[in-house]
């Protein structure tokens, strides 16, 4: 009966350390697709380098998040975040929150110490989204520690050329056609 007791209690702590969520440390999780999770820069050509589209930066906020001192929101012209903070031994980490923007974005970027996640926030209609919500638990579950956000960068997708449809090809085709053969009537 006791292994059966010591089995169960490691089960349950085990699940509790694998998911943090769980443990109550986050309030919010992450809007999008999670696209990966890096080590290293998230510089702009990184993040082009992980994705099959054009995006261009539109916006990031990489200071401001005091450990020593807790700020409840960050803002930039294009990008707001709120910050949701946990206390560990006096020091402010920032886990999770919200983010608005004032144009729609296809992707956000967060990094916390030496890792980054990429997020795909495009949607099934392709128009990305203007708010979402944000949280370090996939960089925690990788780096198997426990980061605080520094940088969160908004990515907007390119405008892409439109291409026209066969049938516009075909009948501009033919009005040129027609045009040719008017040319052709006059000088005859």
């Known amino acids: 009966m006791s292994q059966r007791y010591f089995f169960v209690l490691n089960a349950f702590i085990l699940l509790i350390s694998a998911f943090p969520t769980w443990a ?7 809007s999008g697709n999670l696209v990966g999770v890096y080590v290293g820069n998230d510089s702009e050509t990184a993040v082009k380098d992980k994705i099959d589209e054009c995006v261009k930066l539109y916006g990031k906020i990489d200071e401001g998040f005091d450990e020593d001192q807790y700020v409840s929101s960050l803002s930039i012209d294009e990008i707001t975040l709120t910050l949701d903070r ?26 916390a110490s ?20 944000w949280c370090v638990d996939d960089i925690a579950n990788e780096a198997t520690r426990l980061h605080s956000l520094s940088h969160f960068s908004a990515y907007q997708c390119c405008d892409k050329p439109t291409v026209p449809a066969p049938a516009a090809i075909g009948l501009v085709m033919m009005g040129l056609g027609g045009v040719g053969a008017m040319k052709g009537r006059r000088h005859s």
Do not use: P, Q, R
């Open 24 to 30: 109550g440390l986050y309030t919010h999780l992450n």
């Open 86 to 111: 946990y206390d560990m031994d006096g020091e402010f980490k920032y886990l999770s929150g919200t983010w608005t923007t004032t144009e729609n974005i296809c992707f956000y970027v967060l990094k």
């Open 114 to 133: 030496d890792w980054w996640a990429l997020y795909d926030v495009m949607g099934d209609d392709g128009l990305g989204a203007s708010s979402g919500t």
